[in-house]
């Protein structure tokens, strides 16, 4: 069995920290297969002086078939370079190829092909200047699976950290109305059920952050803690393990979440800033709600660093191993329910 990883943007550090990751992390239970562009792949080998052996094809029951050593990559081309590969350049070629193995990779994971879709970062502008009006992966992801609200999770294998953000890549004026119309008790009962299933957490214990500064301190500076979140954890905490809305400031400098299995922040910035700061090399990108597993590393597309060889792979390889996990954990669940 295969887990696809998409190359990500070619003129970023993508290419690099898989043919790295490839080296460090080898096979697990199922082979990578990076989808993409052979010659970029070549590019980056050879420009950096990896060593790795690629076998590039052009169809995946090609692939399927190939005897293939363990030290060969495999790679399904879905683009090749029609303009030379300048490390840390934005390009309409670039994003284009992102997003055509991202197709192409999520299509292989709905059809059963692969267990697992790994992402490799791909750039936005690069994205707009190809024609795509998606922000990302997990925008794309959902409209690709026909799921309409899926939740974006951090998760850092070495603390055990895992931060869930209620809103996503929005502006930040649009967050209070996103969080007044959100269904959260929906929301919540998605995340229960994900930490339960696909990180086999009997018992998950969750905690909530709120709003505003200080948890709005009782009403002061805000109403979306009394009016929204408060009403709801408490009704959810009839049946399972939630608390909160706590202030955002200290809850992360205390290290108030030894206590919980998963954080839930209201916007991008209030989760994403301390999660990156405590685990930048070794975070892991989940996307939850999706009937296809999907990691990628948590981190950008590293154009300062492109090319050059500095490139870390230990977030790939983290999201690679937890792909896996999840993967086992989701087929144990299917077994058990037959």
């Not at 008790?185 to 299933?197: N, Q």
Request: charged content about 20%; hydrophobic content about 40%.
């Amino acid at each position: 069995m295969f887990t696809a990883w998409t190359i990500g943007d070619i003129h970023g550090i993508g290419p690099e920290i898989i043919l790295k990751s490839f080296r460090e992390f080898g096979q697990g239970r199922s082979r990578p297969l990076v989808v993409g562009s052979a010659e970029a792949l070549r590019f980056y080998t050879v420009k950096l002086g990896l060593g790795v052996n690629i076998a590039a094809f052009t169809s995946f029951d090609a692939i399927r078939n190939a005897s293939l050593s363990p030290d060969t990559l495999p790679v399904l081309s879905v683009s090749e370079p029609s303009e030379p590969i300048v490390p840390g350049t934005i390009s309409a070629y670039a994003g284009d190829t992102a997003m055509k193995a991202l197709d192409t990779a999520s299509r292989l994971c709905l059809e059963g092909k692969t267990r697992a879709l790994v992402t490799a970062p791909i750039h936005k502008e690069a994205l707009a200047k190809a024609g795509y009006t998606n922000t990302g992966h997990t925008d794309y992801l959902a409209e690709r699976c026909g799921e309409a609200d899926p939740i974006m999770l951090f998760h850092d294998p070495l603390s055990a950290l895992t931060v869930a953000l209620a809103t996503i890549h929005v502006p930040l004026r649009r967050v209070p109305g996103l969080i007044e119309s959100m269904d959260f008790e929906r929301f919540f009962a998605k995340l229960f059920y994900a930490l339960r299933t696909d990180f086999r957490i009997p018992a998950p214990r969750i905690a909530v952050l709120g709003l505003n500064p200080h948890a709005s301190d009782g009403g002061v500076m805000g109403s979306e803690e009394r009016s929204v979140l408060q009403p709801c954890i408490q009704k959810i905490a009839k049946k399972e393990h939630i608390d909160g809305p706590f202030p955002a400031d200290g809850f992360f400098g205390a290290r108030s979440y030894n206590n919980y299995d998963a954080v839930v922040a209201m916007y991008h910035d209030q989760g994403l800033l301390p999660f990156k700061v405590l685990a930048f090399e070794s975070g892991i990108n989940v996307t939850i709600g999706l009937p296809i597993v999907r990691t990628s590393p948590d981190h950008g597309t590293g154009f300062d660093i492109a090319g050059l060889g500095k490139a870390s792979s230990k977030s790939f390889i983290q999201a690679a191993l937890l792909a896996e996990q999840i993967a086992d954990n989701r087929e144990r669940k299917s077994k058990v329910k037959r």
